[in-house]
Each structure stands twice: as C-alpha cells, then as structure tokens.
C-alpha cells in the first residue's frame, strides 16, 4: 500500500505512476476493445480498472462506459430492439474481451516490471490473469 507523496527510488511519485497505469490499461481497454469500463482509477496504492465483459447493448459498442444513451429514443427504441440480439453475440464477444484483458494487463506488467505487485493485486477479473504473478 501506498500514499500520494510517496516516492520511488527515482524520485518519481509511486501512486502518480499508478494512477497512469490504470489509465494505460482502462483507457486502451475502452477505446480499442470497447469494454464497459466503469472507472479505472489508483485506490490504496493499487490499480482498479472496473468492468464488463460483453456487450448489453448497441450503445455499450458506441459509447462503451456510459450509463446512458447518446442517441435519444430513437437510440433507445434500437437498444430495446438489439439487446436481446447480445446474449448471443456474447458468446464471441466475452472471449475476446477477456484476451484483450490479459493482453493489456500483461503489457503493463512488462512495461512496469516494478509495479508489478500494485498491477495485479486488485485486479477486478483476477481469475483472468492466472499465471502472470509467477
């Protein structure tokens, strides 16, 4: 566990630097796999990327993280109509967003070697990450 303030052996302040990597991997995760993350952030020194795996409905593809619809009713007259569509499409999806979600846990890992223990301590789907601890 960590406190803002808190520096490293560079003099770099540790839960900035956590805080970063929460947005490198929650960023990244939302624009380019279009995961429903509800908020990445650093908390007690650890990363926190909160999120779903799947889509519930045409807006979670569009507008991925966002408790509302961008599209007024017409938008929601098509995520009433499409959203029974996503039980089904889910069993590609889920997949895929869960490699998507290791990929970038581990790419951080790499990238930040040091911080390895803060990346993977909170890990909201640890269960996904098995065997990158070791």
Known sequence: MHTWGEKDSEGND?????????????????RWARM?????????GCVRVYC???WTSFSS????????SH??????????????MFKYLNWIIIPIHKKMYRYRYTQAVKKWPQYKNEILC???WYEELRGLEG
């Open 14 to 30: 540790i839960c900035y630097q956590i805080s970063e990597i929460s947005y490198y991997i929650g960023g990244w995760l939302r």
């Open 36 to 44: 429903d993350i509800l908020q990445y952030k650093e908390k007690f």
């Open 52 to 54: 779903i795996f799947g």
């Open 61 to 68: 593809i569009t507008h991925p993280g966002y408790c509302y």
């Open 71 to 84: 599209y007024g009713k017409v938008g929601m007259f098509i995520n009433q109509l499409t959203s029974s």
């Open 122 to 124: 909170w890990a909201d």
